[in-house]
């Protein structure tokens, strides 16, 4: 069974940090890219953060970049989210999702490229 879960959320204050996990179970995640998307009460899904399969491409949105890293683990089975300086307008549904690398190839950007599998999501919260 095809399974990804995401861990790592929680509460933290403005300027804090939080690390993210991505598992996979089902399937070896080497072959595919790797990204975090959240939602916010009240907002559509937004694209966060993504990278490529072999780990040598990534891509962040505006809100992030400099703030957040992406990384992966492929003996590991796993994918990553390193976020500092955590803002109280990060706070949402962070989840990870995984797609072919042609994603990169995708009109709009990587993040508005199809993704197939989706784990359930984890909460992080931020006050100020």
């Known amino acids: 069974q095809v399974r990804l879960v995401e861990s790592g959320g929680g509460s933290v204050q403005s300027g804090g940090s939080l690390r993210l996990s991505c598992a996979a179970s089902?399937?070896?995640?080497?072959?595919?890219?790797i990204a975090w998307f959240r939602q916010a009460p009240g907002k559509e899904r937004e694209g966060v953060s993504v990278?490529?399969?072999?780990?040598?491409?990534?891509y962040y949105s505006d809100p992030v970049k400099g703030r957040f890293t992406i990384s992966r683990d492929n003996d590991a089975n796993a994918g990553y989210l390193q976020m500092n300086n955590l803002k109280p307008e990060d706070t949402a549904v962070y989840y990870c999702?995984?797609?072919?690398?042609?994603?990169?190839?995708?009109?709009?950007?990587?993040?508005?490229?199809?993704?197939?599998?989706w784990g359930r999501g984890t909460q992080v919260t931020v006050s100020s």
């Open positions: 999702a995984t797609a072919s690398d042609y994603v990169f190839r995708a009109e709009g950007g990587p993040l508005a490229g199809r993704y197939d599998s």
């Open positions: 089902g399937f070896s995640l080497e072959y595919y890219a």
């Open positions: 990278i490529s399969a072999g780990g040598a491409t990534t």
